[in-house]
């Protein structure tokens, strides 16, 4: 229950939907450019833990290689720096008052993941 509510309070004052939005823009021009899909799904896949954040958690897959390693390098260049910085420019917003501090964290914790999607799972809690 309580990751329920904290997630409904990060839909609506952390910034989730917003970020969802942006993680989504990036999903649907990669689909657009056929070479870029597999950055659509790693795109879309964090679209939909950035907006139900709580309750799960990202890990490294197995067996993801060098080639996942040279693709996360496009990315960065492609979307991740830009999606990278709303997560912090989000984050130091939010810790500037007592309440959004639990979010403010949470938008630290996206950070590497928005810069190293590929090779990378939600998993349950």
């Known amino acids: 229950m309580v990751r329920f509510v904290l ?47 709580f309750g799960r958690t990202v890990r490294a897959k ?18 991740g720096w830009w999606l990278a910085l709303s997560h912090i420019a989000a984050g130091i917003t939010l810790c500037l008052t007592v309440i959004g501090i639990p979010f403010g964290i949470a938008h630290f914790k996206l950070v590497p993941v928005a810069f190293w999607p590929l090779g990378r799972e939600v998993v349950e809690l």
Request: aromatic share 16%; with cysteine; proline share 5%.
């Open 7 to 53: 997630n409904v309070l990060w839909v609506i004052f952390g910034g989730g939907l917003i970020l969802f939005l942006e993680y989504a823009l990036a999903a649907v021009i990669c689909f657009v450019l056929v070479v870029t899909i597999p950055f659509g799904v790693a795109s879309w896949r964090l679209a939909v833990y950035a907006l139900w954040p």
């Open 62 to 79: 197995p067996g993801a290689g060098v080639a996942t390693g040279l693709a996360n390098v496009l990315w960065v260049v492609l979307a």
